[in-house]
């Protein structure tokens, strides 16, 4: 009976079973990551709560590829902290979305 749980619990597993994550983004196979060693104090103090809270449903690398700007950022946070299991109160969700704000008006200069 336990090989018959086991050989069920693994096929359901490569059927794509529904997970927590979010489904594949083409943004997830770039850089996860930011080097806010020169960032201003506060938003160094917000990075751990952004890739903390941003990971528990897809990678890090899929905000640190978008493309968004701050009004954009904005709308994005307000749905992410409607979504069930997200975790993020309205605390952190502002300090994610003024990381995200910071974040993007330093890239758009790169672009």
């Not at 994005?76 to 993007?104: C, H, T, W």
Request: aromatic fraction near 10%; glycine fraction near 4%; include cysteine.
């Amino acid at each position: 009976m336990a090989g018959t749980l086991a050989s069920l619990a693994l096929v359901l597993a490569l059927a794509g079973a529904p997970t927590d994550k979010a489904p594949y983004d083409p943004r997830d196979d770039g850089p996860d990551k930011i080097d806010v060693s020169r960032y201003p104090p506060e938003q160094q103090a917000r990075y751990p709560v952004f890739r903390q809270k941003c990971s528990k449903c897809h990678p890090v690398a899929r905000p640190v590829n978008s493309r968004f700007d701050a009004s954009e950022w904005k709308k994005y946070m307000k749905k992410m902290i409607r979504r069930p299991n997200s975790g993020i109160n309205e605390d952190q969700a502002r300090d994610v979305y003024e990381f995200l704000k910071y974040y993007s008006s330093q890239q758009s200069g790169r672009r």
